[in-house]
């Protein structure tokens, strides 16, 4: 079965640069969830889309942003970084058609600054 | 707000054990609650899910958990341990009724299977 496709899996970048990561959801899910998981860390909800709209909003550094094209799939632009970002990006998808579905979880992106 | 909390930061078994990984939750409504495995430099993987229903769910790779709503717990548990079962675990909530709600994690727990 398809499962939640993100790339690139590894990402290094210096200080200030800009990253993009990518992720494309399940076939049929209309629902995109952003975590970042630092070193050691449980993951922390960045942001969420819904039908392309921004659903809820949680930890995300106004350095980032988001959205969620008319394909589903969704982009986390993230600008100035700082060592601080390090961490595993991960994107999950759900159907929200049904209230009770799990959240399915892609590989993640791992983004090393430097 | 939701909340989860792992009292435990590694539970340690050995291979054939029962085991049982702790999980208490707090939701505003009532709870969707999940239960995940991270194997190292991976994602997360779903192992099971409680809606409704029965409270002891059944999962993935013979794990199953019991919901005990006067508790407020979602205990992982699996009867017989194996040393792959070595992995991080995370318990998540979601409020059942708010469609928007976003999954809440627990800041896991490392299980340590030995041979």
């Known amino acids: 079965a398809a499962g939640v496709i993100q790339s690139p899996r590894h990402l290094i970048k210096e200080k200030r640069e800009t990253a993009t990561l990518k992720c494309y959801p399940i076939?049929?899910?209309?629902?995109v969830y952003w975590y970042q998981q630092g070193p050691g860390q449980d993951p922390q909800f960045l942001i969420s889309f819904y039908e392309k709209m921004q659903s809820d909003k949680g930890s995300i550094p106004d350095r980032f942003s988001a959205q969620q094209f008319s394909d589903y799939h969704s982009e986390l632009n993230m600008s100035s970084l700082e060592l601080g970002d390090s961490a595993l990006y991960f994107c999950?998808?759900?159907?929200?058609?049904?209230?009770?579905?799990?959240?399915?979880f892609g590989q993640g992106t791992r983004l090393t600054v430097v | 707000a939701q909340s989860v909390a792992q009292p435990e930061d590694q539970v340690n078994v050995a291979e054939g054990n029962p085991l049982t990984v702790k999980c208490t939750y707090s939701v505003s409504g009532n709870p969707y609650l999940f239960w995940y495995v991270q194997y190292p430099n991976r994602g997360l993987q779903f192992l099971l899910k409680y809606i409704t229903g029965d409270n002891l769910v059944k999962g993935s790779y013979g794990f199953e958990a019991e919901f005990n709503k006067s508790q407020t717990s979602f205990h992982l548990k699996k009867p017989s341990a194996l040393v792959s079962d070595s992995a991080l675990y995370f318990c998540?909530?979601?409020?059942?009724?708010?469609?928007?709600?976003?999954?809440?994690f627990g800041k896991g727990t490392m299980l340590l299977v030995s041979p």
């Open positions: 999950a998808s759900r159907f929200k058609g049904g209230l009770n579905t799990e959240a399915f």
């Open positions: 076939p049929r899910h209309d629902t």
């Open positions: 998540a909530v979601r409020d059942a009724f708010s469609g928007y709600s976003t999954l809440t």
